[in-house]
């Protein structure tokens, strides 16, 4: 049961423009939504994160929206650098404390 | 260097053997958790701890087992393997500056069974 689905495995953007990450949830009971960036050979990085009592976060060039009644997030990176090549995993927490559940992953390629 | 230490890097051993896996948390982090992560696949949770005690369990075997220490450190037993439990297995903690969500990781063992 994928609570949490990331569609795209992967994504190809050229440098400077913009790249958006998708991801999809189906259980109600989460209220906090996180990014998490990872690099070959190195642990997941905490990226960004939003509460559901929002509905944007940004930091920088990222900036992530939830949409609550699609049970839908995305991460826009703008602009894309080749520096942001990695997997991006979307996970999301049922309550203070609670493990997180994570997608599969997308892998963003930017081209330079 | 995210604080959070996972030895070994690299595992490789035969079917039907154990291992150990270890972890020591970010320093002051009371939760510890486990993950699986196979070829293809998102992060699979397997376990949590907090303070010494079990708080949640993910789709771990039953060949597989963990404990945390009165130092929470925290060890991820590995039996009987099989060629199907090569992966990378990561550990992560949390604790109060995460204010109740998201955790720190470290940089995985990869485990392959041969």
């Known amino acids: 049961d994928q609570q949490v689905k990331q569609n795209s495995p992967s994504l190809s953007v050229q440098e400077g423009r913009i790249s958006i990450l998708n991801c999809d949830y189906t259980?109600?009971?989460?209220?906090?939504f996180l990014w998490y960036k990872k690099y070959p050979a190195e642990g997941p990085t905490f990226l960004i994160s939003i509460s559901s009592i929002k509905d944007k976060n940004e930091d920088g060039r990222f900036t992530v929206f939830l949409n609550k009644s699609a049970k839908h997030l995305s991460l826009h990176i703008v602009p894309s650098q080749p520096g942001d090549s990695a997997v991006y995993f979307c996970a999301a927490s049922a309550g203070y404390g609670n493990k997180l559940v994570f997608g599969a992953g997308t892998i963003l390629r930017v081209k330079s | 260097d995210s604080g959070v230490t996972q030895t070994p890097k690299h595992l490789i051993t035969a079917t039907g053997q154990r291992v150990t896996l270890r972890c020591s948390p970010r320093?002051?982090?009371?939760?510890v958790y486990w993950y699986q992560q196979s070829l293809d696949q998102g992060l699979q949770f397997l376990i949590q701890?907090?303070?010494?005690?079990?708080?949640a369990k993910g789709n771990i075997l039953e060949r597989f087992s963990a404990q945390q220490f009165p130092d929470l450190h925290s060890e991820l037993n590995l039996s009987s393997l099989e060629l199907g439990d090569s992966a990378l297995y990561f550990c992560a903690s949390s604790g109060a500056q995460d204010r109740g969500y998201g955790y720190t990781f470290g940089s995985g063992t990869r485990l392959t069974v041969v």
């Open positions: 320093s002051g982090d009371l939760s």
């Open positions: 701890y907090y303070n010494g005690e079990e708080r």
């Open positions: 259980n109600s009971m989460f209220d906090y």
